[in-house]
Each structure stands twice: as structure tokens, then as C-alpha cells.
């Protein structure tokens, strides 16, 4: 998918995806996760921005002067950042104009218009005058048609001395070809939620070193995923249909389709959902 595909799919779906999401007025369009305590569709928004912060907290010496997130969404993220982190200035990058727009009134709406803005830009081609203490990246390298250039934008946009904190799901093996049945889930994952740069954590490895990183730590998210819930099933059900009847060319039912397969990757293992921190490797930590 291109940059001008990935946008129209974006500007046309955003509102849609927060209507039918579960984190009320967290303004998430990321997964939820169900935490130790966490209770409510909102509270699983915001348990990966608690994680987020925490390992920011645990890498910096510092805390943060200037926070960067590359996919931004309408910027539920960065707004539970800006309570974290009150000193902080945080930008936000969307390839949607929609998504811009929301961030823009929700940002007016917290008073935060002043700490937290947002532009709209392809975050593999990104050239901003600034360079940040953490540059946070949820669920947007596997939309990238370049990972290695989005890695590329991350070092250029980030201090010597400071954290990469990327959040997405990874293949736990190459694409099993002899193993037709989960190939296809893949495949429906992959084309259902416009994923190109879903790849094994051993390649997004190799690509991040040769960017100029080093891996500091990662945590399996998976198992705080919910996969089983009714809805769960009932799209389960609904998702063969939906395909049978060509129904895929439609953002919302490649959405529901892409998504089933996702949570079958998930129970199979095919897929993790991953938090990973890096940091910029010896050799350029003076950049």
C-alpha cells in the first residue's frame, strides 16, 4: 500500500475505529491491553502508555524534555504523556489530515496546545527540526512499506543518549509455506490491516542495528491481549462470510477480517505483540 492509499485509508476510517473501539475517552486506537488491576475498555488503552513511560523512566537519565511518536493516532498516547511527563514538549506525526484534525481539538480541549503538537507527514521521509529524548513508535512499523527507512527517521530524529520505544506485533517465525492454513492467516492479516512490514523480531533486529541501534530489553505483551471475547467469536464466525462475499475491498470489513486473523495468529503463537527499548549504539551516541 502506498503513502496516499495508507492516508485515504486512514482519513476515510478514523472516526469509525474510535466509535467502535473500547477506550471511551482514552482516544485509543491502539489494542487494549488487560493489565494486573485494569478493569475498563479505557483503562486497557492507556496500560501500554503506563508501560511506555515506565521504560522511558528506566532507560533516561533524565526525564524527558521532548517526546516524538511516529503514527501518533489522535494522540491518546502522547496526551497520557504530557500528564506524566508535565515538562515535556511531545509531537506527534500521522500520515492522516483526519487524524491531525481530532488530535489538534482534543490537545485544545485539555488545555495542552501548548505542550503537545501534531503534523501530518510520512514518518519514512520525516524531516523535523528537532531531535528527541524518546521517540515512541505504537503499531505503525508494521504499517511501514520501509522499515528500514522509518528506523533510519527514529535515529535521525532522536538524541545520542536516548530511547526508541517500539510496541507492534512480530511474526515468531518466518511464514510457515509448508503450513498452507497459517500462511493464509497471515496473509488475511497482513492485507485485512494493511501490514507490510510485519516481519520476525530476528529481522526487525538486523535492520535496527544497521540503523545504528542496540537493543536494550523486550517484554511479551501477548497474553494481555483478549482474544476470546464474544465479539471475539462472533466476528470469527462473520469473517468467512465477509471474505466469500468479496467484502475485503471495504476498509471496514478488511478491518474486521485482518483482525480476526490477527487474533488467530495470536492463540496459535504465529504472532506476539511486543514492547521493545533501544538506544542508539556506542559508535553514534555523540550524534
Avoid at 511531545?90 to 481539538?105: D, F, K, M, W
Avoid at 503538537?117 to 527540526?129: A, C, G, I, P, W
Amino acid at each position: 500500500m502506498s503513502g496516499d492509499e495508507l492516508q485515504r485509508y486512514y482519513d476515510r476510517n478514523t472516526d469509525l475505529f474510535l466509535r467502535i473501539g473500547s477506550s471511551g475517552s482514552g482516544h485509543a486506537i491502539h489494542r487494549g491491553l488487560w493489565g494486573p488491576g485494569v478493569r475498563t475498555g479505557r483503562e486497557a488503552a492507556g496500560y501500554v502508555n503506563a508501560l511506555i513511560a515506565e521504560e522511558i523512566r528506566s532507560v533516561l537519565p533524565r526525564e524527558p524534555r521532548t517526546v516524538l511518536d511516529l503514527g501518533c493516532g489522535v494522540g491518546g498516547t502522547l496526551f497520557s504523556l504530557a500528564q506524566t511527563f508535565p515538562d515535556a514538549r511531545l509531537h506527534g506525526v500521522t500520515i492522516s489530515a483526519r487524524q491531525v484534525s481530532i488530535a489538534r481539538e482534543l490537545a485544545r480541549q485539555q488545555s495542552l496546545e501548548e505542550r503537545c503538537d501534531f503534523v501530518q507527514d510520512d514518518f519514512e521521509d520525516l524531516q523535523l527540526d528537532l531531535r528527541a529524548d524518546a521517540v515512541i513508535a505504537v503499531e505503525s512499523f508494521i504499517h511501514s512499506s520501509r522499515p528500514d527507512r522509518l528506523l533510519a527517521t527514529c535515529r535521525e530524529h532522536l538524541v545520542g543518549d536516548g530511547v526508541l520505544v517500539v510496541v507492534d506485533d512480530f511474526l515468531t517465525r518466518p511464514t510457515p509455506t509448508d503450513d498452507p492454513a497459517r500462511c493464509k492467516t497471515i496473509d488475511t492479516f497482513r492485507a485485512g490491516w494493511r501490514v507490510p512490514g510485519l516481519c520476525t523480531l530476528t529481522d526487525f533486529d538486523a535492520e535496527a542495528r544497521r540503523a545504528g541501534f542496540e537493543p536494550l530489553k523486550q517484554q511479551d505483551l501477548s497474553g494481555l491481549i483478549r482474544t476470546g471475547r464474544p465479539r471475539d467469536w462472533l466476528v470469527s464466525m462473520v469473517s468467512p462470510v465477509a471474505q466469500a462475499l468479496g467484502l475485503m475491498r471495504r476498509p471496514f470489513w478488511a478491518n474486521v477480517v485482518g483482525g480476526n486473523a490477527l487474533n488467530a495468529a495470536l492463540r496459535s503463537g504465529e504472532v506476539q505483540y511486543r514492547m521493545l527499548a533501544l538506544r542508539p549504539s556506542t559508535r553514534d551516541r555523540s550524534c
